[in-house]
Protein backbone atom coordinates (compact mmCIF):
# COMPACT_ATOMS: atom_id res chain seq x y z
CA UNK A 1 0.00 0.00 0.00
CA UNK A 2 1.50 3.46 -1.13
CA UNK A 3 1.89 6.10 1.61
CA UNK A 4 -0.70 9.02 0.19
CA UNK A 5 0.91 12.83 -0.29
CA UNK A 6 4.51 14.28 0.05
CA UNK A 7 13.95 12.96 -6.52
CA UNK A 8 12.86 11.19 -9.44
CA UNK A 9 12.89 7.32 -9.62
CA UNK A 10 13.37 5.80 -13.50
CA UNK A 11 12.13 2.80 -14.25
CA UNK A 12 14.27 0.16 -13.83
CA UNK A 13 16.17 -1.41 -17.20
CA UNK A 14 17.85 -4.45 -15.46
CA UNK A 15 16.78 -7.43 -14.59
CA UNK A 16 16.46 -10.92 -15.59
CA UNK A 17 17.13 -10.87 -19.70
CA UNK A 18 14.28 -13.06 -20.51
CA UNK A 19 11.34 -14.75 -17.72
CA UNK A 20 8.74 -17.54 -18.94
CA UNK A 21 4.82 -16.80 -18.33
CA UNK A 22 2.49 -19.65 -18.62
CA UNK A 23 0.15 -18.90 -21.20
CA UNK A 24 -2.19 -21.11 -19.15
CA UNK A 25 -3.16 -18.06 -16.71
CA UNK A 26 -6.55 -17.35 -16.76
CA UNK A 27 -7.89 -14.19 -17.35
CA UNK A 28 -11.40 -14.63 -16.13
CA UNK A 29 -14.52 -12.30 -16.40
CA UNK A 30 -14.85 -9.51 -13.50
CA UNK A 31 -16.38 -9.93 -10.38
CA UNK A 32 -17.41 -6.44 -10.17
CA UNK A 33 -20.42 -4.17 -11.08
CA UNK A 34 -18.97 -2.04 -13.83
CA UNK A 35 -18.91 1.40 -13.18
CA UNK A 36 -19.88 3.53 -16.44
CA UNK A 37 -18.11 3.93 -19.60
CA UNK A 38 -19.46 6.59 -21.57
CA UNK A 39 -21.38 4.66 -24.13
CA UNK A 40 -20.60 0.86 -23.00
CA UNK A 41 -23.10 -1.02 -21.11
CA UNK A 42 -21.46 -3.61 -19.11
CA UNK A 43 -23.00 -6.95 -17.29
CA UNK A 44 -22.55 -8.17 -13.72
CA UNK A 45 -20.25 -11.20 -12.86
CA UNK A 46 -18.06 -12.76 -9.99
CA UNK A 47 -14.43 -12.43 -10.58
CA UNK A 48 -11.58 -10.09 -9.80
CA UNK A 49 -10.45 -9.16 -13.62
CA UNK A 50 -12.02 -7.85 -16.87
CA UNK A 51 -11.10 -7.20 -20.61
CA UNK A 52 -13.11 -5.90 -23.65
CA UNK A 53 -13.01 -3.60 -26.30
CA UNK A 54 -14.48 0.61 -26.05
CA UNK A 55 -13.99 3.35 -28.02
CA UNK A 56 -15.83 6.77 -26.88
CA UNK A 57 -15.67 9.20 -29.84
CA UNK A 58 -14.06 12.31 -28.99
CA UNK A 59 -16.50 15.08 -30.45
CA UNK A 60 -16.61 17.38 -33.67
CA UNK A 61 -13.48 17.84 -35.02
CA UNK A 62 -11.58 15.00 -34.04
CA UNK A 63 -12.88 12.60 -36.94
CA UNK A 64 -11.61 14.45 -39.21
CA UNK A 65 -7.87 14.11 -37.70
CA UNK A 66 -5.89 11.96 -40.07
CA UNK A 67 -5.37 9.27 -37.48
CA UNK A 68 -7.30 7.27 -34.71
CA UNK A 69 -6.62 4.73 -32.03
CA UNK A 70 -8.42 1.17 -31.90
CA UNK A 71 -8.22 0.33 -28.27
CA UNK A 72 -8.80 -2.34 -25.84
CA UNK A 73 -8.31 -2.77 -22.53
CA UNK A 74 -7.72 -5.20 -19.72
CA UNK A 75 -8.19 -4.85 -15.45
CA UNK A 76 -6.91 -7.02 -12.57
CA UNK A 77 -8.64 -5.64 -8.80
CA UNK A 78 -6.42 -6.56 -5.84
CA UNK A 79 -9.72 -5.93 -4.31
CA UNK A 80 -13.10 -4.74 -4.21
CA UNK A 81 -12.86 -1.06 -4.09
CA UNK A 82 -14.81 1.16 -1.96
CA UNK A 83 -18.38 2.13 -3.44
CA UNK A 84 -18.86 5.57 -4.21
CA UNK A 85 -20.56 7.25 -1.58
CA UNK A 86 -23.97 9.15 -2.47
CA UNK A 87 -24.21 11.93 -4.36
CA UNK A 88 -22.08 10.09 -6.91
CA UNK A 89 -23.62 7.14 -6.52
CA UNK A 90 -27.31 6.23 -5.35
CA UNK A 91 -27.51 3.55 -2.49
CA UNK A 92 -30.20 0.78 -2.68
CA UNK A 93 -33.25 2.18 -0.56
CA UNK A 94 -33.70 1.05 2.51
CA UNK A 95 -37.48 1.14 3.29
CA UNK A 96 -40.58 1.77 1.16
CA UNK A 97 -41.05 4.76 3.88
CA UNK A 98 -38.40 6.60 1.86
CA UNK A 99 -40.56 8.74 -0.92
CA UNK A 100 -41.05 7.14 -3.57
CA UNK A 101 -39.62 9.79 -5.91
CA UNK A 102 -36.25 8.13 -5.13
CA UNK A 103 -36.74 4.54 -5.50
CA UNK A 104 -35.97 5.01 -9.52
CA UNK A 105 -32.72 6.94 -8.89
CA UNK A 106 -31.82 4.16 -5.89
CA UNK A 107 -32.35 1.09 -9.09
CA UNK A 108 -29.45 3.43 -11.26
CA UNK A 109 -26.00 1.71 -10.13
CA UNK A 110 -24.43 4.04 -12.55
CA UNK A 111 -22.37 7.26 -11.17
CA UNK A 112 -22.73 10.58 -11.81
CA UNK A 113 -21.20 14.28 -11.02
CA UNK A 114 -22.97 17.30 -11.98
CA UNK A 115 -26.01 15.31 -13.50
CA UNK A 116 -23.85 13.89 -16.29
CA UNK A 117 -22.33 9.95 -16.11
CA UNK A 118 -18.80 9.93 -15.26
CA UNK A 119 -16.76 8.98 -17.69
CA UNK A 120 -14.49 5.90 -17.76
CA UNK A 121 -13.95 2.70 -16.11
CA UNK A 122 -13.60 1.80 -12.37
CA UNK A 123 -10.63 -0.81 -11.36
CA UNK A 124 -9.97 -1.25 -7.71
CA UNK A 125 -8.35 2.25 -7.03
CA UNK A 126 -7.47 2.42 -10.72
CA UNK A 127 -9.55 3.93 -13.02
CA UNK A 128 -9.13 3.79 -17.02
CA UNK A 129 -10.29 5.83 -20.28
CA UNK A 130 -10.32 5.24 -23.84
CA UNK A 131 -11.68 6.77 -27.50
CA UNK A 132 -10.20 6.99 -31.03
CA UNK A 133 -7.65 9.48 -29.62
CA UNK A 134 -7.10 9.41 -25.94
CA UNK A 135 -6.09 7.06 -23.64
CA UNK A 136 -6.03 7.40 -19.75
CA UNK A 137 -4.39 5.45 -16.71
CA UNK A 138 -5.11 7.05 -13.12
CA UNK A 139 -4.19 5.16 -9.96
CA UNK A 140 -5.69 6.69 -6.65
CA UNK A 141 -3.61 5.84 -3.97
CA UNK A 142 -4.75 2.71 -1.83
CA UNK A 143 -3.78 4.08 1.81
CA UNK A 144 -7.24 6.43 1.44
CA UNK A 145 -9.11 3.23 1.90
CA UNK A 146 -8.18 2.70 5.49
CA UNK A 147 -9.45 6.61 6.40
CA UNK A 148 -12.95 8.17 7.05
CA UNK A 149 -14.08 9.96 3.65
CA UNK A 150 -11.22 7.91 1.48
CA UNK A 151 -11.95 7.63 -1.41
CA UNK A 152 -9.26 7.31 -3.66
CA UNK A 153 -11.07 5.63 -6.31
CA UNK A 154 -13.49 8.36 -7.02
CA UNK A 155 -10.65 10.51 -7.35
CA UNK A 156 -9.06 8.61 -9.85
CA UNK A 157 -12.36 8.36 -11.81
CA UNK A 158 -13.45 12.24 -11.35
CA UNK A 159 -10.06 13.21 -12.76
CA UNK A 160 -10.23 11.03 -15.82
CA UNK A 161 -13.71 12.52 -16.20
CA UNK A 162 -13.04 16.11 -16.31
CA UNK A 163 -9.77 15.21 -17.88
CA UNK A 164 -11.81 14.72 -21.17
CA UNK A 165 -14.74 17.41 -20.52
CA UNK A 166 -12.03 20.03 -20.74
CA UNK A 167 -10.57 18.68 -23.67
CA UNK A 168 -13.84 17.82 -25.25
CA UNK A 169 -14.99 21.42 -24.99
CA UNK A 170 -11.72 22.99 -25.74
CA UNK A 171 -12.43 21.04 -29.40
CA UNK A 172 -15.39 22.52 -29.98
CA UNK A 173 -14.86 26.35 -29.32
CA UNK A 174 -15.35 27.88 -32.58
CA UNK A 175 -11.74 29.50 -34.32
CA UNK A 176 -10.83 31.31 -36.62
CA UNK A 177 -9.11 29.08 -39.92
CA UNK A 178 -5.62 30.51 -39.02
CA UNK A 179 -5.86 29.60 -35.70
CA UNK A 180 -6.61 25.85 -35.65
CA UNK A 181 -6.99 23.65 -32.42
CA UNK A 182 -3.81 22.27 -30.63
CA UNK A 183 -3.79 20.05 -27.71
CA UNK A 184 -3.22 21.79 -24.29
CA UNK A 185 -3.17 18.39 -22.41
CA UNK A 186 -1.43 19.84 -19.06
CA UNK A 187 -4.16 22.64 -18.43
CA UNK A 188 -7.20 20.58 -19.27
CA UNK A 189 -5.57 18.49 -16.60
CA UNK A 190 -5.32 21.65 -14.69
CA UNK A 191 -9.22 22.82 -14.85
CA UNK A 192 -9.82 18.53 -14.28
CA UNK A 193 -8.02 18.77 -11.14
CA UNK A 194 -9.71 21.85 -10.27
CA UNK A 195 -13.44 20.61 -11.09
CA UNK A 196 -12.42 17.77 -9.17
CA UNK A 197 -11.77 19.90 -6.02
CA UNK A 198 -14.78 21.37 -6.25
CA UNK A 199 -17.05 17.70 -6.81
CA UNK A 200 -15.57 16.59 -3.69
CA UNK A 201 -15.75 19.57 -1.12
CA UNK A 202 -18.43 20.90 1.18
CA UNK A 203 -20.84 18.79 2.45
CA UNK A 204 -19.33 15.94 0.01
CA UNK A 205 -16.16 15.82 0.93
CA UNK A 206 -14.05 12.47 -0.06
CA UNK A 207 -10.50 12.33 0.59
CA UNK A 208 -7.70 10.83 -1.86
CA UNK A 209 -5.01 11.04 -4.04
CA UNK A 210 -4.14 10.16 -7.58
CA UNK A 211 -1.11 9.92 -10.45
CA UNK A 212 -2.59 10.70 -13.76
CA UNK A 213 -0.93 9.68 -17.08
CA UNK A 214 -2.94 10.19 -20.52
CA UNK A 215 -2.07 9.84 -24.56
CA UNK A 216 -3.50 12.37 -27.01
CA UNK A 217 -3.29 11.22 -30.44
CA UNK A 218 -3.00 14.35 -33.04
CA UNK A 219 -0.54 14.96 -36.50
CA UNK A 220 1.99 17.04 -37.70
CA UNK A 221 2.40 18.80 -41.08
CA UNK A 222 4.22 21.76 -42.63
CA UNK A 223 1.34 23.45 -43.49
CA UNK A 224 2.89 25.84 -45.85
CA UNK A 225 4.02 23.02 -47.78
CA UNK A 226 0.62 20.98 -49.09
CA UNK A 227 2.35 18.24 -50.70
CA UNK A 228 4.24 17.20 -47.33
CA UNK A 229 3.00 13.98 -45.07
CA UNK A 230 1.30 14.09 -42.60
CA UNK A 231 2.64 11.77 -39.37
CA UNK A 232 0.97 11.06 -36.22
CA UNK A 233 2.11 12.89 -32.87
CA UNK A 234 1.40 11.32 -29.58
CA UNK A 235 0.68 14.09 -26.63
CA UNK A 236 2.33 12.35 -23.35
CA UNK A 237 1.18 13.74 -19.79
CA UNK A 238 2.37 12.39 -16.64
CA UNK A 239 2.20 13.20 -13.33
CA UNK A 240 2.89 10.65 -10.75
CA UNK A 241 4.27 6.86 -11.26
CA UNK A 242 1.38 5.58 -14.10
CA UNK A 243 3.53 5.43 -17.23
CA UNK A 244 2.76 5.48 -21.28
CA UNK A 245 4.98 3.34 -22.96
CA UNK A 246 4.97 2.85 -27.22
CA UNK A 247 6.04 -0.16 -28.69
CA UNK A 248 6.65 -0.80 -32.28
CA UNK A 249 5.56 -4.46 -32.54
CA UNK A 250 7.63 -4.64 -36.13
CA UNK A 251 10.89 -4.10 -34.40
CA UNK A 252 10.13 -5.76 -31.08
CA UNK A 253 11.12 -1.96 -29.92
CA UNK A 254 10.48 0.62 -27.16
CA UNK A 255 10.24 3.43 -28.81
CA UNK A 256 9.01 5.46 -25.96
CA UNK A 257 8.20 5.28 -22.22
CA UNK A 258 7.33 8.23 -20.11
CA UNK A 259 9.30 8.52 -16.43
CA UNK A 260 8.01 8.26 -13.12
CA UNK A 261 7.48 10.98 -10.99
CA UNK A 262 8.27 10.21 -6.96
CA UNK A 263 8.55 12.30 -3.84
CA UNK A 264 10.39 9.34 -2.09
CA UNK A 265 9.89 5.67 -2.37
CA UNK A 266 6.75 4.58 -2.47
CA UNK A 267 5.13 8.22 -3.03
CA UNK A 268 4.62 9.36 -6.27
CA UNK A 269 3.69 13.24 -7.54
CA UNK A 270 -0.60 12.87 -6.60
CA UNK A 271 -2.75 14.85 -7.35
CA UNK A 272 -5.19 15.36 -4.32
CA UNK A 273 -5.79 16.27 -0.60
CA UNK A 274 -2.66 17.22 1.34
CA UNK A 275 -0.53 16.88 -1.34
CA UNK A 276 1.91 19.76 -3.01
CA UNK A 277 1.26 18.65 -6.30
CA UNK A 278 -0.49 20.47 -9.33
CA UNK A 279 -0.80 19.51 -12.84
CA UNK A 280 0.72 23.03 -14.23
CA UNK A 281 3.39 22.70 -11.49
CA UNK A 282 4.37 19.10 -11.66
CA UNK A 283 3.20 17.17 -14.56
CA UNK A 284 5.54 16.72 -17.69
CA UNK A 285 4.28 16.57 -21.24
CA UNK A 286 6.16 15.02 -23.48
CA UNK A 287 5.56 15.19 -27.92
CA UNK A 288 6.31 12.36 -29.50
CA UNK A 289 6.60 11.38 -33.14
CA UNK A 290 5.25 7.90 -33.55
CA UNK A 291 3.85 5.74 -36.61
CA UNK A 292 0.82 3.66 -38.06
CA UNK A 293 1.49 0.71 -36.21
CA UNK A 294 3.01 1.59 -33.04
CA UNK A 295 1.01 0.00 -30.37
CA UNK A 296 0.24 2.70 -27.60
CA UNK A 297 0.05 1.70 -23.36
CA UNK A 298 -1.34 3.27 -20.61
CA UNK A 299 -0.87 1.41 -17.39
CA UNK A 300 -0.94 1.59 -13.88
CA UNK A 301 2.06 0.87 -11.79
CA UNK A 302 1.06 -2.56 -10.89
CA UNK A 303 2.35 -3.39 -14.58
CA UNK A 304 5.97 -1.65 -14.22
CA UNK A 305 6.41 -2.32 -10.54
CA UNK A 306 6.13 -6.38 -11.75
CA UNK A 307 7.77 -6.64 -15.72
CA UNK A 308 10.68 -4.57 -16.90
CA UNK A 309 10.14 -2.12 -20.05
CA UNK A 310 12.00 -4.97 -22.30
CA UNK A 311 9.82 -7.53 -21.14
CA UNK A 312 6.31 -5.37 -21.95
CA UNK A 313 7.85 -4.40 -25.26
CA UNK A 314 8.53 -8.29 -25.77
CA UNK A 315 5.32 -9.46 -24.88
CA UNK A 316 2.96 -6.71 -26.63
CA UNK A 317 5.34 -7.67 -29.90
CA UNK A 318 4.74 -11.41 -29.65
CA UNK A 319 0.84 -10.57 -28.82
CA UNK A 320 0.50 -8.79 -32.02
CA UNK A 321 2.20 -11.73 -33.42
CA UNK A 322 0.29 -14.06 -31.76
CA UNK A 323 -3.06 -12.12 -32.93
CA UNK A 324 -1.87 -12.02 -36.89
CA UNK A 325 -1.17 -15.64 -36.70
CA UNK A 326 -4.52 -16.23 -35.78
CA UNK A 327 -4.71 -16.34 -31.91
CA UNK A 328 -6.40 -14.41 -29.21
CA UNK A 329 -10.45 -14.45 -30.43
CA UNK A 330 -12.43 -13.87 -33.40
CA UNK A 331 -11.16 -11.08 -35.37
CA UNK A 332 -14.05 -8.29 -36.96
CA UNK A 333 -11.62 -8.08 -40.08
CA UNK A 334 -8.05 -8.50 -41.04
CA UNK A 335 -5.20 -8.95 -37.87
CA UNK A 336 -2.67 -6.96 -39.58
CA UNK A 337 -0.51 -4.94 -36.73
CA UNK A 338 -3.23 -6.49 -34.37
CA UNK A 339 -6.01 -4.95 -35.85
CA UNK A 340 -10.13 -5.68 -35.69
CA UNK A 341 -9.51 -7.03 -31.98
CA UNK A 342 -5.96 -7.19 -31.41
CA UNK A 343 -5.69 -4.67 -28.85
CA UNK A 344 -8.16 -6.54 -26.17
CA UNK A 345 -5.47 -9.14 -26.71
CA UNK A 346 -2.42 -7.34 -26.32
CA UNK A 347 -3.48 -5.88 -23.18
CA UNK A 348 -5.48 -8.77 -21.93
CA UNK A 349 -1.80 -11.00 -22.74
CA UNK A 350 0.25 -7.62 -20.42
CA UNK A 351 -1.69 -8.12 -17.60
CA UNK A 352 -1.74 -11.92 -17.04
CA UNK A 353 1.81 -11.53 -17.19
CA UNK A 354 2.26 -8.68 -14.48
CA UNK A 355 -0.37 -10.49 -12.20
CA UNK A 356 1.77 -13.63 -12.31
CA UNK A 357 4.76 -11.85 -11.23
CA UNK A 358 2.75 -9.96 -8.79
CA UNK A 359 1.34 -13.38 -6.76
CA UNK A 360 4.28 -15.11 -7.02
CA UNK A 361 6.22 -14.42 -3.73
CA UNK A 362 10.10 -15.20 -5.00
CA UNK A 363 9.99 -13.53 -8.46
CA UNK A 364 12.19 -10.71 -9.15
CA UNK A 365 10.62 -7.89 -9.78
CA UNK A 366 11.32 -3.76 -10.48
CA UNK A 367 9.31 -3.44 -7.42
CA UNK A 368 11.83 -5.72 -5.16
CA UNK A 369 14.85 -3.93 -7.00
CA UNK A 370 13.62 -0.38 -6.19
CA UNK A 371 13.13 -1.38 -2.08
CA UNK A 372 16.48 -2.87 -2.22
CA UNK A 373 18.11 -0.27 -3.42
CA UNK A 374 16.31 1.92 -0.68
CA UNK A 375 17.68 -0.70 1.95
CA UNK A 376 14.64 -2.14 2.52
CA UNK A 377 13.96 -6.17 2.51
CA UNK A 378 11.70 -6.64 -0.21
CA UNK A 379 11.05 -9.80 -2.13
CA UNK A 380 8.72 -11.43 -4.99
CA UNK A 381 6.18 -8.86 -6.80
CA UNK A 382 3.67 -6.46 -5.75
CA UNK A 383 0.01 -7.22 -5.51
CA UNK A 384 -1.45 -4.32 -7.01
CA UNK A 385 -4.77 -3.54 -9.49
CA UNK A 386 -3.45 -3.95 -12.44
CA UNK A 387 -4.79 -1.53 -15.22
CA UNK A 388 -3.86 -1.80 -18.97
CA UNK A 389 -5.04 0.08 -22.41
CA UNK A 390 -3.79 -0.69 -25.70
CA UNK A 391 -4.42 1.84 -28.71
CA UNK A 392 -3.12 0.90 -32.30
CA UNK A 393 -1.93 4.15 -34.44
CA UNK A 394 -4.07 3.88 -37.57
CA UNK A 395 -4.86 5.82 -40.60
CA UNK A 396 -7.83 7.14 -40.97
CA UNK A 397 -9.87 5.93 -44.42
CA UNK A 398 -9.96 9.12 -46.77
CA UNK A 399 -13.05 10.10 -47.82
Known sequence: MRRPSPSFLLASTSG?????????IHLAPWHRRPQHTAGISGSRSKTTEQSGRFTTPI???????????????????????????????????GSFSDPLSTHHQSR??????????????????????????????NDGVGAWSARPRGHAGLWSRLILHFWVAAMQEDIVQPRPPDQPYRPDPIRYLQQAYERTIEATSGPNECLGTTTA?????????????????VTPLLYVTNLGDSQVMVVRPKSQEMVYKSNEQWHWFDCP???????????????????????EGDVVLAMTDGVIDNLWAHEIAENV?????????????????PRKDGANGGMTFVA??????????????????PFMEHAIEEGLASEGGKPDDISVVAALCQRNATP
Not at 64 to 80: Q, S
Not at 273 to 291: F, G, K, Y
Not at 317 to 333: D, F, I, T
Open 108 to 137: DKRAFVDGELINGWTNGDDAVYASEYFICA
Open 16 to 24: PTRRTFPHS
Open 317 to 333: SQSVKRWEAGEGGQANG
Open 213 to 229: TGAQLFYKADTSNPASS
Open 269 to 291: RQLGTNSPDTPTENAVLDAIDIQ
Open 59 to 93: LDSCPNLPFHFETGFALYAKRTPRPFPPPFLSPPS
Open 348 to 365: TELVKAAKYIALDPFAES
